[in-house]
């Protein structure tokens, strides 16, 4: 008997069809993640724009609101310039 441990080396096919496996679930999370900001998001600038409107308020919950309305009010203005 040998004193020495003996590791079993992985299958190079094994490794690969692992690798190929997980390169495809990465890039479909990552584009359903996209998918959803592209949808339902709003543009960056935007919200930055109504941050800065709103920003006087003291209160967390009235800032969100200011910026609820804010954000409401331009998308109504994009609409109606269609």
Known sequence: MSAKPILTHPRVATTIVAAV???FI???LLSAVAGLF???G???AQIVIA???CADYA???ERETCMRLF???LRVQ???SR
């Open 42 to 44: 709003t543009p960056l």
């Open 51 to 53: 941050e800065r409107a």
């Open 21 to 23: 496996l997980s390169a």
């Open 59 to 61: 209160f967390v919950s």
């Open 71 to 73: 954000l409401a009010a």
């Open 78 to 80: 994009r609409v109606a």
């Open 38 to 40: 592209q949808r339902d």
């Open 26 to 28: 990465a890039i479909g």
